[in-house]
């Protein structure tokens, strides 16, 4: 695998605590990749050691093969986009983007047709002449990414560039962010706490805690077979069932628990339960049920399910589709 970026047992401290404690990754060249986490976990410092902008305590950081630990940002080769956006507001969003290339020397005929181009592959045709205070907030991050593209990084961070937009905006420009990856062909590594953004997006993800790693994988491995309890709790809603006589838990997704309405199959995991709890959310409901006293599990099923509150079910999974955590 040609890797675009790696972190070999990377150390970032500030004061006695470390933010990042001997972090290891791989990225391919041409991956879609995200750190993703709660706040504080470092992920974002993660992010501005690749970048630059810190350097680390211990191990080191390649581009390309090359360790870069103490290179700076300019040389580095990468380019980052922010979750302020950072325009310009007395340029022209042409200004804004070329602005780097100003910097490096760039013949103007050169920067008038890369603009063009990445303006076309932001989907902001015609928008050269205009200025960033007339821009919607989709608009600024489209030009953000524009600004980054047009400079041909080898990989292009990005640090919870969506945070700033409304929920329906962030969906949409999720879309765009995928296209655009695919269409330029340059790796993103992403910085997000928002688990959905990361699963729609990602070819791998690597969740972070505590400045460590906690799993890397798709977002089929991240999500289906999660290795730890942190792991399975901050991805999805999760059914966790103590394991008797040990410490571990059974993992089960709420949309692979059945509530019985007839015989159940054989071969399944079953348990008997009182509906404590149900919400109507469109296209399903989410209802919750307490098979012993302090252990609830939440089955997602049709919208159109009614059963009555104090009600006891028959709850069944497929054991295939439980993972036992042992942390």
């Not at 401290?13 to 001997?22: E, M």
């Not at 340029?91 to 602005?99: K, L, P, S, W």
Request: hydrophobic share 40%; charged share 25%; proline share 6%.
């Amino acid at each position: 695998m040609e890797t675009s970026v790696e972190l070999r047992e990377v150390v970032k401290r500030f004061g006695q605590r470390a933010a990042v404690d001997h972090v290891s990754l791989a990225v391919a060249r041409g991956q879609f990749y995200s750190l993703l986490g709660p706040s504080g976990c470092g992920k974002t410092t993660t992010l501005r050691l690749i970048a630059g902008f810190e350097q680390p305590d211990e191990g080191d950081v390649l581009i390309l093969g090359e360790r870069v630990n103490d290179l700076p940002p300019y040389r580095r080769k990468v380019s980052t986009v922010f979750q302020s956006y950072a325009l310009f507001p007395h340029m022209t969003v042409a200004g804004n983007i070329e602005f780097g290339l100003r910097q490096a020397r760039a013949p103007a005929e050169e920067m008038r047709r890369k603009v063009g181009r990445v303006l076309d592959l932001v989907g902001l045709p015609g928008a050269a002449n205009r200025r960033p205070q007339s821009l919607s907030g989709g608009e600024k991050q489209r030009v953000a990414l524009a600004r980054s593209i047009v400079l041909e990084p080898n990989v292009l961070l990005l640090d919870e560039p969506l945070a700033a937009l409304d929920e329906k905006l962030r969906r949409e420009m999720r879309i765009e962010l995928k296209r655009l990856q695919r269409a330029v062909g340059i790796t993103f590594l992403f910085v997000t706490h928002d688990q959905e953004e990361a699963l729609t997006l990602s070819d791998a993800i690597a969740v972070m805690n505590r400045g460590k790693i906690e799993q890397v994988g798709t977002p089929e491995e991240i999500y289906q077979r999660p290795r730890t309890r942190f792991v399975a709790e901050f991805i999805g809603s999760s059914n966790l069932i103590p394991v008797r006589g040990s410490a571990g838990a059974l993992l089960v997704r709420p949309e692979a628990v059945h509530i019985a309405d007839g015989t159940i199959p054989a071969g399944v995991e079953q348990v008997t339960g009182r509906v404590v709890h149900s919400v109507f959310l469109g296209p399903q409901r989410q209802v919750i049920v307490e098979v012993e006293p302090g252990v609830r599990m939440t089955v997602l099923t049709p919208a159109s399910t009614s059963i009555p509150l104090d009600s006891r079910v028959e709850l069944w999974w497929n054991p295939e589709d439980a993972v036992i955590l042992s942390e």
